[in-house]
């Protein structure tokens, strides 16, 4: 394309200086392409032929007696490109052999960020090597949550120059599936094989395009309580002076249709299919997370997986040939259909609870399962070798923690453990709380760091003594305890401090106790003194964020089993405890918790928690 040819004199010389520079342009597009420059000698031939290029044509542009300024800047911009692209591969490093047991630690991918002012994602990785491959470039795979391998029929999405240093970007959308569900991987051409040379990897920043970015203000106490949904109307939750409330939502009675004509079914659409969930017990949820929303109390959610009739696809493969043997199950993220129907969950929640404005409430935090190592008693799958069952739960936590992060980026996402820290049984009933807190942030870190958080239910051992305070050869203050009770917490923040489980920011994981309880069948004021103690540990431990205690109202369920861990009978009555609770955390404090001293056998707090 030329320059408006304005006056006849000149034009003749304008029209070489323009056929000139395009014949550059096109010079430097083929060597661009050109595969076979790693050798020297093709480095001296490409080094000669820009030269004598460049020589004829600054002659032909001295001999034009006018000359353009901008079709002069196109040549030498040109002829720069061309030296610039030299240059960089005259610096590469020498080509390094795969190894089949390494080839995925050629690279390290160093960030894979969604960009919200372009709406795509961008992946960053580097190698101070280069691996040998049947060309120049490195290839980019999109691969579904439940892939992990590259495998045939596979096609690339991208290619780019092999250096010390490759960038992709691309759009953040694959025709519906948003590309937050998926993970990549960089991979070059063997044999005329496509062979990964970096670790899959995951958009780590979902947050980046949330609509909501705050939930409001930090609570100022972390006192908490499982609330009795009865007693939600009743003046107890002001009385009390909660600040966090605990609430499960068992998929079970989210899903599915409602018998109440006055409460319709709420239908949700995602990725082009269509949920269904039940309009009365939406209205249910609508009710408490409003009225504690307007209460200021910061709500926490357990979503639990029990057996949803209609959606049987969330529930693990692994774990269907134990239906009916435990009241939960193992999130199914082998399958489309497993991943989109807990996105579709995960979406559906995080819209309608989050920003005041909506009127329905805000969930802070969301918990994904329940105590996640009692494989056989409350996430039921097959038993399998640790790295295994975790990396199905890793997958499942993927699924929800992007999928709420990217509609409300305050949420906290956590992973849920019990008291069972490190104690070396070898049952298959089961996996250590500290084994499984390892290989799950090991393999979090592998596909891309996040800022998950640890649930953690340190019940006493065992569950029906109340007597934290008393010695206990399953409780002991260092990294190899067995157990963690609330007497030895700071075991499990202490360990967290550790680098590898730092988030991205140098910080500590957020941790929140969220169930913990102590019977008062053994008395009421030990009930009371066992809450204090409990409460006064979470309060002097500056990474634990809440503690929610178990429960508002005694359960029948549990009172079976030796456990009134309410601060109120089943009719309704209250506790001694009771009053401890609602003082304790107040200015009163000492009133109401100076009994506790005589019965735990301390005359200070502070030497308790030094």
Not at 187 to 216: H, L, M, R
Request: proline share 3%; hydrophobic share 35%; with cysteine.
């Amino acid at each position: 394309m030329g320059l408006r040819q304005k006056e006849k004199k000149g034009g003749k010389k304008k029209h070489i200086l323009f056929i000139a520079a395009a014949a550059v342009l096109a010079m430097i597009a083929g060597g661009m392409t050109y595969k076979a420059v790693a050798g020297q000698q093709a480095k001296e031939a490409w080094s000669v032929r820009v030269e004598r290029e460049k020589e004829r044509i600054e002659a032909e542009a001295e001999a034009a007696e006018t000359a353009a300024v901008r079709s002069e800047k196109v040549v030498e911009d040109a002829v720069d490109a061309g030296l610039s692209i030299f240059e960089m591969i005259g610096e590469r490093p020498s080509s390094v052999e795969l190894d089949g047991k390494d080839a995925k630690d050629f690279l390290t991918v160093e960030s894979c960020l969604v960009d919200n002012t372009t709406s795509n994602i961008v992946l960053k990785a580097g190698s101070e090597r280069i691996p040998a491959s049947d060309d120049e470039y490195y290839y980019l795979f999109v691969l579904r949550i439940q892939n992990d391998e590259i495998t045939e029929g596979m096609a690339p999405v991208q290619q780019r120059y092999k250096g010390r240093e490759v960038r992709f970007q691309f759009s953040r959308h694959f025709g519906n599936i948003s590309g937050l569900l998926y993970k990549y991987v960089i991979a070059v051409k063997k044999d005329d094989k496509y062979v990964a040379v970096s670790n899959p990897c995951y958009v780590t920043n979902p947050e980046e395009i949330a609509v909501y970015k705050s939930n409001g203000k930090k609570a100022d106490s972390k006192k908490g309580l499982l609330v009795d949904p009865d007693k939600l109307l009743s003046e107890e939750l002001d009385d009390l002076g909660i600040k966090h409330a605990a609430y499960n939502i068992p998929v079970s009675r989210l899903l599915g249709h409602s018998d109440n004509e006055e409460y319709p079914d709420v239908g949700y659409g995602y990725n082009e299919k269509g949920y269904v969930f039940n309009g009365e017990v939406i209205s249910e949820y609508d009710t408490i997370f409003r009225t504690l929303t307007e209460r200021e109390i910061e709500i926490t959610v357990i979503l639990l997986n029990d057996i949803a009739e209609d959606y049987p696809q969330l529930i693990h493969p692994l774990a269907r040939g134990g239906i009916g043997t435990a009241p939960y199950y193992a999130f199914n993220g082998t399958d489309q259909e497993g991943i989109e129907g807990m996105a579709a969950i995960a979406s559906f929640l995080a819209e309608r609870y989050s920003g005041r404005a909506n009127g329905r409430g805000v969930v802070a935090n969301w918990v994904i399962g329940n105590e996640i190592n009692a494989r056989k008693d409350w996430n039921y799958m097959e038993y399998v070798n640790l790295s295994s069952y975790v990396k199905e739960y890793v997958r499942a936590f993927r699924v929800f923690y992007n999928s709420i992060k990217s509609i409300n980026g305050a949420s906290n996402i956590y992973i849920s453990l019990d008291q069972r820290w490190d104690s070396n049984t070898g049952t298959a009933a089961g996996y250590d709380a500290k084994d499984i807190l390892d290989e799950f942030n090991r393999q979090i870190k592998e596909e891309g760091n996040i800022e998950w958080g640890l649930a953690i239910h340190p019940y006493n051992v065992p569950l029906t003594s109340p007597y934290i305070w008393k010695d206990s050869q399953y409780v002991k203050d260092s990294e190899d305890t067995p157990m963690v009770t609330m007497a030895n917490i700071d075991v499990v923040t202490d360990y967290l401090e550790q680098d590898e489980f730092l988030t991205e920011k140098g910080e500590v994981r957020s941790v929140t106790v969220s169930e913990l309880g102590y019977t008062s069948l053994d008395g009421e004021d030990v009930q009371a003194a066992a809450i204090v103690y409990a409460y006064k540990a979470a309060e002097a431990n500056p990474h634990i964020d809440s503690v929610l205690f178990s429960r508002q109202t005694d359960a029948a369920e549990e009172m079976e089993q030796g456990l009134a861990l309410g601060l109120n009978h089943m009719d309704g009555s209250h506790k001694y405890v009771y009053n401890v609770y609602k003082y304790m955390d107040t200015e009163e404090e000492g009133k109401y918790t100076e009994f506790a001293k005589k019965i735990i056998g301390i005359s200070d707090w502070g030497k308790v928690f030094e």
